[in-house]
C-alpha cells in the first residue's frame, strides 16, 4: 500500500509538472515557412559584376526557442548562434525598448499573438542573415522623435522582412512629427521586403544612406520591395530611395501625398505597382533629378520629369516573376502583413 501511494504520489507529481510546463516549452503554431516565398536581392543573387551569393537562411537548423517577454527577446535575438525564435504571446513595453540582433535569426511571430508595441529593432557591427516574419510592430504617437524607427538595420548582409504589419499611429501631417517605420542604409545591403503592411504614419520608408554627398556609398543598399501595401502614408511609401539599386515590383500605394522619392545615385527599377488615392494630386514621384528611375506597367503610367532612365534591370541579379498592376492591388490588400491563419505568398 505504501508503494502504491508513493507511485501514486509521483504519478501526480509527473502531471503536475506537464501541465504546468512554461511557455518556453513551446505549444504555440507559427508560420513554419522556412525560406519559402524568399525573391529577390535576399533570395540567391548576383552583384553588378556577376559574382553570386548565397541567399539568406536565418536561424534554418538552429534551436526553435519560444520568447513571451522583453529579456528573453534580447537574449535570444543577440549573438550568432542560429535561431528560430517564436514569439507566443505581444510583448509591450509602455516607453521605447531597443532590442539589438545579431546573426542567423529567424524571428517569427505565432498565429495568436505577433505584436511588438514600443519596440524597436537595431542591428549591430555584426548582424547578419536575419529573417522578420509574421509580426506586427506598434508604436505610441508620442515616440516621434526623428530616430525613432521600428526596424533600424544599417550593416550586414541578406535580410528578409516578409509579412510584417507596420501599423503606425494618428498623425498631423503638418505636425511635428520625425519618426519613420523602416531605415535601410549606411552597409546594410541585399534586402528583400515582400508582403508587408505599412500604414498610417507621416513618414514611411528610408533606404540608403540618409544623406546626400557621400559618394562612398554608392551602390549600396540592393533592395528588392515587391507585394507591399503602403496604406495612409503621407510621403516615403514605398520610399526615399536613395545610392542603392531599387526593384519595385506589384506593390499597392493608396492614400498619399508623395509615393517615390528618387534621391541621390538611386537606381530604381519599377514594375506593374498600382497608385490608388494621391496620384490624382501628382505626388506619386518626388523626382530631386539626382538619381535614375525607369517604370513599366505600373498604374497610372510613371514618367519620371527630371532624373533619366536607368539602364539596370534586376533580371540581370536574379530572377523572378512579375504579375498586372491590378493583381497587385488585390493580392496585398488581402494578403499583405501580418496573419493569425496562414502566410499566403505573392509570386
Known amino acids: 500500500m505504501k508503494k502504491f501511494s508513493m507511485l501514486l504520489l509521483a504519478v501526480t507529481l509527473l502531471l503536475l509538472t506537464i501541465s504546468t510546463a512554461p511557455s518556453t516549452y513551446g505549444a504555440a503554431s507559427y508560420p513554419n515557412t522556412g525560406t519559402n516565398g524568399l525573391t529577390g536581392f535576399a533570395g540567391s543573387a548576383k552583384n553588378e559584376s556577376g559574382v553570386s551569393k548565397s541567399a539568406t537562411t536565418g536561424g534554418k537548423n538552429g534551436q526553435v526557442v519560444y520568447v513571451s517577454n522583453l529579456n528573453d527577446l534580447r537574449t535570444h535575438m543577440a549573438g550568432s548562434t542560429a535561431k528560430i525564435v517564436v514569439v507566443e504571446q505581444n510583448i509591450s513595453s509602455s516607453t521605447l525598448q531597443k532590442v539589438e540582433f545579431g546573426a542567423n535569426k529567424t524571428l517569427v511571430g505565432s498565429?495568436?499573438?505577433?505584436?511588438?508595441?514600443?519596440?524597436?529593432f537595431r542591428s549591430t557591427s555584426s548582424s547578419s542573415n536575419v529573417i522578420f516574419q509574421n509580426l506586427t510592430f506598434e508604436h505610441a504617437s508620442n515616440i516621434n522623435a526623428n530616430d525613432d524607427i521600428q526596424m533600424y538595420i544599417t550593416s550586414g548582409s541578406n535580410y528578409w522582412i516578409d509579412h510584417v504589419t507596420f501599423a503606425g499611429h494618428s498623425y498631423n501631417s503638418g505636425g511635428s512629427d520625425l519618426d519613420k517605420l523602416l531605415y535601410i542604409g549606411d552597409r546594410a545591403d541585399y534586402i528583400t521586403i515582400s508582403n508587408s503592411k505599412f500604414a498610417n504614419h507621416k513618414y514611411g520608408v528610408i533606404l540608403g544612406h540618409p544623406n546626400d554627398g557621400n559618394s562612398s556609398y554608392n551602390g549600396v543598399p540592393h533592395v528588392t520591395m515587391s507585394n507591399n501595401y503602403f496604406e495612409n502614408l503621407y510621403v516615403r511609401g514605398p520610399g526615399l530611395l536613395r545610392y542603392g539599386y531599387f526593384h519595385l515590383k506589384n506593390n499597392y500605394a493608396n492614400n498619399f501625398n508623395q509615393a517615390i522619392t528618387?534621391?541621390?545615385?538611386?537606381?530604381?527599377?519599377?514594375?506593374?505597382?498600382?497608385?490608388?488615392?494621391g496620384a490624382e494630386k501628382g505626388g506619386i514621384l518626388d523626382d530631386k533629378g539626382k538619381g535614375e528611375f525607369t517604370d513599366t506597367g505600373s498604374t497610372p503610367a510613371l514618367n519620371s520629369p527630371t532624373s533619366p532612365k536607368t539602364n539596370w534591370r534586376p533580371?540581370?541579379?536574379?530572377?523572378?516573376?512579375?504579375?498586372?498592376?491590378?493583381?497587385?492591388?488585390?493580392?496585398?490588400?488581402?494578403?499583405?502583413?501580418?496573419?493569425?491563419?496562414?502566410?499566403?505568398?505573392g509570386k
Not at 498565429?111 to 524597436?120: D, E, P, Q, R
Not at 491590378?326 to 490588400?333: M, Q
Open 315 to 345: 533580371s540581370s541579379n536574379y530572377s523572378y516573376q512579375v504579375e498586372s498592376a491590378s493583381y497587385a492591388r488585390e493580392f496585398v490588400t488581402k494578403y499583405a502583413g501580418s496573419s493569425n491563419t496562414t502566410l499566403v505568398f
Open 111 to 120: 498565429f495568436g499573438k505577433h505584436t511588438l508595441t514600443n519596440i524597436h
Open 262 to 277: 528618387i534621391g541621390e545615385k538611386a537606381r530604381i527599377y519599377s514594375e506593374n505597382n498600382y497608385f490608388g488615392a
